[in-house]
């Protein structure tokens, strides 16, 4: 009887064993510090895939900075580094340009048009075309409404305010519109505006969301706020996954990681929203005085972006390919969401040339 005894807990010592060697580790870092609210999208997902892949694997997160520095954090993922890495596409537009447009645009989409558009018509499976060519499986996981604006100690009302200005921007087509506005762009990491500003290194910046940009004291270096931010009309975040990483787990894990970022792209939006409310009222209430492009100097920019999108998109089939993809989902969406109308979700902008981008999606 001892004798049983002995066996069925040796059974059980080795099972446990067993399941314990067969749970996945992965290490996973960010773009972003934890001075940043940004994060918060990040540690979201990290807790809801701990949570529903619990057993088979186990993220364990790192804050921005402490692995390796954010614009490294690609590298490390492409090259195995490590497993997991969370970001804002726009990035590495540098290696392809057709990560810009996964990021954000120019007056184009709203947050509600890239999760249309990444979970019915398309989008998904671009983003895994693109961060493939690196070796790299993606999950969009995160998306916020139009950016702040740029904050500025000088009131900027109309684009002849923009004459001359020095501003802190980030995105290969925002930079090229920022230009053709008379401004230029200063390219800058987000933990180094607030010194930037402070020390009149540059004249103005934007970076995130209202809540975002609080975090980042902005109110304490600046006097004014422009608005609405029309360089980036929405932003997506997500994670980078090293593809043997990925391949390396259980189906029923994959799909699991694959349901942990649809339900924190959801969550990010609310999220977002409702801190952005509230950082706008923390803005107003620290005196920062808000002003608003009127109607028709954004018609004057929505017709300035179409043109740097068309020329930027051209310069490659990747670029022009996503594009091509936004557009399509916006003429489809256009039909249902005008006959809706006022009971909609958002606009439907008057974009660049769809026959243009798809001759230069084909080349």
């Known amino acids: 009887m001892k004798l049983k005894n002995i066996i069925a807990t040796a059974a059980v010592t080795v099972g446990l064993s067993s399941a314990a060697m067969a749970q996945e580790s992965w290490t996973m870092t960010t773009t972003w510090p934890t001075s940043l609210e940004l994060i918060e999208i990040d540690k979201h997902f990290v807790d809801l895939a701990n949570k529903l892949t619990a057993g088979d694997l186990s993220i364990e997160f790192f804050e921005g900075g402490s692995l390796v520095p954010a614009g490294e954090v690609f590298g490390a993922v492409e090259s195995g580094t490590i497993q997991a890495g969370a970001d804002w596409p ?110 009149g290194v540059i004249d103005g910046a934007e970076f995130s969301t209202p809540n975002v940009d609080f975090s980042g004291g902005f109110q304490q270096v600046t006097k004014f706020w422009a608005t609405p931010g029309w360089h980036q009309s929405a932003s997506i975040f997500g994670v980078m996954i090293n593809k043997a990483s990925w391949d390396a787990l259980k189906p029923e894990t994959r799909e699991a990681l694959q349901i942990a970022a649809d339900a924190n792209l959801l969550w990010s939006l609310g999220y977002t929203e409702k801190r952005a409310t509230e950082a706008y009222q923390q803005f107003k209430d620290a005196g920062i005085e808000i002003t608003r492009y009127d109607d028709e100097t954004l018609a004057k920019i929505q017709e300035m972006a179409n043109g740097v999108i068309e020329t930027t998109a051209c310069e490659n089939p990747d670029s022009a390919k996503v594009y091509l993809s936004m557009m399509e989902y916006l003429g489809d969406y256009s039909k249902w969401r005008e006959a809706s109308a006022p009971f909609n979700l958002g606009r439907t902008p008057n974009g660049p040339d769809v026959e243009k981008l798809r001759e230069c999606a084909a080349k």
Request: no cysteine; aromatic share 12%.
């Open 90 to 199: 726009g990035y590495w537009a540098g290696r392809n340009s057709a990560f810009s447009p996964l990021a954000t645009t120019a007056s184009l989409f709203n947050a509600v048009d890239y999760v249309n558009w990444i979970q019915q018509w398309g989008g998904a499976e671009l983003y895994n075309e693109i961060y493939g060519k690196f070796g790299m499986v993606y999950l969009p996981y995160g998306v916020t409404n139009n950016e702040s604006g740029f904050r500025t100690n000088k009131k900027v009302e109309t684009l002849d305010d923009l004459q001359g200005m020095r501003l802190r921007l980030s995105g290969l087509e925002q930079g090229r519109l920022l230009e053709k506005l008379g401004g230029s762009q200063v390219s800058m990491a987000g933990g180094e505006i607030y010194q930037s500003l402070e020390r």
